[in-house]
């Protein structure tokens, strides 16, 4: 099992910046890749950006790419999502989520609680 607890969300103007935090706990060494999702009211949830636990390697949706940044602290066991130039459209319950090699997001993964970001015009 593997839990995580997101934390950093809130209310900001566009182009503003906000950091989210997702702490990993419990069996972090199945952990083959932490991702952060967003969902909309409406919409379905989409991923945002990807992490591998152990390089370098990194995905962005291309909605976010040079906007936001996914980075680890493997000593904290956390991983970051650094959001700049937010938009109103950026508006969404983030979530953080972990899975195995051998595992999707939805079959096998584990998910967070989610956190609330809103981006004011």
């Known amino acids: 099992q593997v839990q995580l607890v997101e934390s950093g969300g809130g209310l900001v103007q566009a182009g503003g910046s906000l950091r989210l935090s997702c702490a990993v706990s419990?069996?972090?060494?199945?952990?083959?890749?932490v991702g952060w999702f967003r969902q909309a009211p409406g919409k379905e949830r989409d991923i945002v950006a990807a992490?591998?636990?152990?390089?370098?390697?990194?995905y962005y949706a291309d909605s976010v790419k040079g906007r936001f940044t996914i980075s680890r602290d493997n000593a904290k066991n956390t991983v970051y999502l650094q959001m700049s130039s937010l938009k109103p459209e950026d508006t969404a319950v983030y979530y953080c989520?972990?899975?195995?090699?051998?595992?999707?997001?939805?079959?096998?993964?584990?998910w967070g609680q989610g956190t609330q970001v809103t981006v004011s015009s």
């Open positions: 989520a972990a899975r195995a090699s051998g595992s999707t997001w939805t079959n096998g993964g584990y």
């Open positions: 419990g069996r972090t060494s199945s952990t083959y890749l």
């Open positions: 992490i591998r636990w152990s390089s370098d390697y990194t």
